[in-house]
């Protein structure tokens, strides 16, 4: 009888031909409204600029971010722009190109000489990404690139907030002295709060073991406490009047509203291109000026001729009515002391009684950080001064 031998196989599995499944990005799962929606907390424009060199889809959401922050390295003159320039052919057309993007101060002996800007630059190390997420072809590795924010902007379609930080102030100021403003411009200025001391005492801090305790520097002394509440006294007012108080304050406030409308002439091409703005500010990194303009202001710009200063590169400031509070010594609530503080209110002279910024304390100093709010209250009780300015 024949014999059937069947070898059956293993049962075992063969892993060897196991194909595993690819990995899965949750990330793309997501909806592109809270990819965006991720974007606008980001905000930066230089780390928005390296999300769209990640992916095609990134590429394509970046320019729908509506909140955007510009941060600038740094700004050249105008001589060192020209020299650039010649040397360069290709920076010479980018920089004509370039000059809605002018920052230049004219008021120069106030203080110490007011900075004359002329365009925003960046190192390509620090704006490869930008430059290649905005298509900037011609972009070179090796030099040193200029962008304006108008062209580092060019490519978002649907910004609502936009913020500018500038690297610095534009007043060059003492050591030890404080001056900051924050104003509010339609076509024009529409008003502006300046801060000033002739010298800012921080409180002592002294370390403990469990926090760091603050001490009025008044604590310290041997003198009588000042009331701050109470009107100046003769010296005080003498000192104001007669020791160039005064005459540094007007200094102060006309080199305030340069700067500030220094800046509101840049802001003018961006305004035009952008038309879903609501709000724009354009600050710097030492927190002295601070320029904001909401969407009636936004919309009054484009709609209404700008009465602009072509050989200064800046806004014309209209006639001003002016507000100034003064106290020889004020200390405040942390331990911080100003001594020969100041505060100037400015509104144009035509506009209606009723909008006069500075008629509620509470809201000017709500324009201030802490403990300058604080220091705006204080003075805002004290005796007022009332000035008028011709428009320049």
Not at 28 to 39: A, H, K, R, T
Not at 313 to 335: F, S
Not at 336 to 343: C, D, F, I, R, Y
């Amino acid at each position: 009888m024949s014999e059937f031998v069947i070898k059956m196989g293993s049962t075992r599995p063969d892993l060897s031909c196991r194909v595993s499944p690819e990995p899965v990005d949750h990330f793309d799962c997501l909806p592109d409204s809270l990819v965006v929606l991720v974007f606008n907390r980001i905000g930066d424009v230089k780390a928005l600029g390296r999300c769209c060199v990640v992916s095609k889809r990134f590429h394509a959401l970046v320019p729908q971010v509506e909140n955007v922050v510009v941060k600038v390295d740094c700004v050249i003159s105008d001589d060192d722009a020209s020299s650039s320039a010649s040397a360069d052919d290709g920076a010479a057309r980018r920089s004509r190109h370039s000059v809605s993007s002018l920052l230049r101060l004219a008021f120069s002996g106030l203080l110490k000489p007011l900075q004359s800007f002329s365009q925003f630059i960046a190192t390509s190390a620090r704006c490869d990404a930008v430059s290649s997420a905005l298509g900037d072809d011609d972009f070179d590795r090796d030099d040193v690139t200029h962008h304006s924010p108008s062209q580092v902007l060019k490519n978002f379609s649907e910004i609502k907030f936009l913020q500018i930080e500038l690297p610095s102030g534009e007043l060059g100021i003492e050591d030890g002295v404080l001056l900051k403003w924050r104003a509010d411009f339609g076509s024009t200025l529409e008003n502006c709060a300046i801060l000033g001391a002739a010298k800012l005492i921080p409180p002592l801090k002294l370390e403990g073991n469990d926090a760091s305790i603050s001490i009025p520097i008044a604590a310290l002394s041997e003198q009588a406490p000042v009331n701050n509440n109470a009107a100046i006294d003769g010296n005080g007012e003498n000192e104001f009047h007669t020791n160039g108080g005064l005459k540094m304050r007007v200094v102060w406030t006309i080199s305030s509203l340069i700067a500030a409308s220094a800046r509101h002439y840049l802001l003018q091409p961006i305004i035009a291109e952008h038309k879903t703005l609501d709000r724009l500010v354009l600050t710097d990194a030492s927190g002295q000026g601070i320029l904001s303009m909401n969407r009636e202001q936004l919309e009054e710009l484009r709609v209404k001729p700008l009465l602009a200063s072509a050989a200064s590169k800046r806004t014309m400031v209209p006639a001003l009515n002016m507000r100034l509070w003064y106290a020889p010594h004020l200390e405040l609530p942390d331990g911080t002391v100003l001594k020969g503080a100041s505060m100037v209110v400015i509104r144009p002279s035509e506009q209606p009684r009723r909008d006069v910024v500075g008629s509620d304390e509470n809201s000017v100093a709500s324009l201030f950080e802490q403990p300058y709010g604080t220091a705006v209250r204080m003075l805002m009780k004290r005796r007022t001064y009332c000035l008028e300015m011709n428009s320049f």
